[in-house]
């Protein structure tokens, strides 16, 4: 069962949790408590340094002056008011956006940041891109008398170790390592084989069209929610060669890959929390040639391509970058929390960075400024969310991944101040 289905129904609550429709976009954004969020799907997970500058000062000079990392490798500006269609308008330009909203709302395609530039995955990510920007707009589907897809339905094109394989996405494509062309349902470890990228795409789309035919009876936003089986010859896979093994042997692929580390396409820098700073950006990237990439990871980190680590500075700045697997801020993550969100109880960022230190090399624990549980990753260990009694009281609950429900910790919630004494005793009575 998943993490917020078996918290839901430990909690017990009054208070009403308005969960959001869709995930923002450029031209879609979302209302916040402090302004519009603003989402960029960087194409294929790559942006230029010179993007990168660019993201950096609409940043600062439009919106909160971070840049945030989101679990699929979106990037979001946030705190967007009056200055909306000045953003909108550079985002356009420089190419972070595209030109028409018809586009901007077709399913996301996310994609791996492991691959070299014209190689077979990101050909394939090239191919899907096009296909979905053609094929699965809200308007070209109105035209086939289908309704709009939900604005969380999306893609995924991996790399041929599946490094991305256990990421929420509800179609999922790949190169294979022997030649084929792979193309799963979400996370199934059963797959589709075809023999080539035109004929894996093509499936991916006609799935995206039957899905939009058959989910509004049943209100689905998602395609595991849709109980129907799939029609196999309507999505082209019945004559896709049908695998029941695991699309790679290699278990540790499907691991959230640390910062620090460098591997054979280069070194990955995390950001705490999956925030980054505008200036910190502008620094690295400002030392690079304009056209050198940085690409964007699922696990709320950049990849620096090897051949440009020498623009590295000496020494990063340790506030703004986590460049060892040790730190400990990567045993935290939290949602946005108060008081950006209008639902958060909690200041929920930094209660996670004051309990970072305190938690175990092997686990990791989530704060949640409610109970909605967003931003919560999939290798989280622990839980802390805030909830608000009829009389006003706001409470804090704790849940390992393993407790029964009479395990559950909860306790009224203090604000912590700076006193390691008094965020161990928090910790304790959380029983954490």
Known sequence: MSWPRRLEQRLSSPETIQIRGWCPSTWKPM?????????????????????????????????????????LGNLQLRGVHESLPALRAALVASRLAPADEQTDLAPAVHCTPFYA??????????????????DLTPLALQQQDMPALPG??????????????????????????????????????????????????????????????????????????????????????????????????????????????LNPHGLLLG????????????????????????????????????????????????RDWISQPTDVRLRVSACTGAPNCPQAHIPAQPMALQFASSQAADRHLHISGC????????????????????????????????????ARASIPYRPLNSDPHEIQQQLNDLQL
């Open 31 to 71: 209302q916040a408590q402090d302004g519009w969020i603003v989402r960029v799907r960087p194409r294929c997970a790559s942006l230029t340094a010179a993007q990168w500058l660019v993201l950096a000062e609409l940043a600062r000079t439009h919106a909160s002056g971070q840049i945030e990392l989101t679990r």
């Open 117 to 134: 530039r014209g190689d077979r995955t990101h050909a394939l990510a090239l191919a899907l891109s096009v296909a979905a920007a053609r």
């Open 152 to 261: 969380k339905f999306d893609m995924l094109v991996d790399d041929p170790q599946c490094h991305l394989q256990s990421l929420s996405s509800d179609l999922q494509l790949w190169a294979c390592a022997d030649g084929r062309y792979g193309l799963a349902l979400g996370q199934s470890a059963d797959w589709y084989g075809f023999e080539s990228a035109p004929a894996a795409v093509q499936s991916a789309i006609r799935i995206a069209l039957w899905f939009a035919r058959e989910r509004s009876a049943q209100a689905a936003g998602r395609l595991r929610g849709l109980a129907k089986p799939i029609d196999l010859q309507a999505c082209g896979l019945a004559r896709a060669s049908h695998h029941l093994e695991p699309r790679t042997q290699d278990t540790t692929t499907a691991r959230p890959l640390r910062p620090g580390t």
């Open 271 to 318: 950001t705490p929390l999956g925030r980054l700073d505008a200036w910190a950006i502008q620094k690295l990237a400002a030392l690079m040639p304009e056209q050198a990439e940085i690409r964007v990871t699922p696990w709320k980190s950049l990849l620096l391509p090897n051949k440009h680590l020498d623009s590295l500075p000496a020494r990063l700045d340790a």
């Open 371 to 406: 109970t909605k549980l967003c931003a919560l990753p999939a290798d989280a260990t622990s839980v802390v969310f805030a909830s608000q009694d009829t009389a006003g009281q706001i409470w804090l609950h704790a849940s390992p991944a393993e407790a029964q429900q009479s």
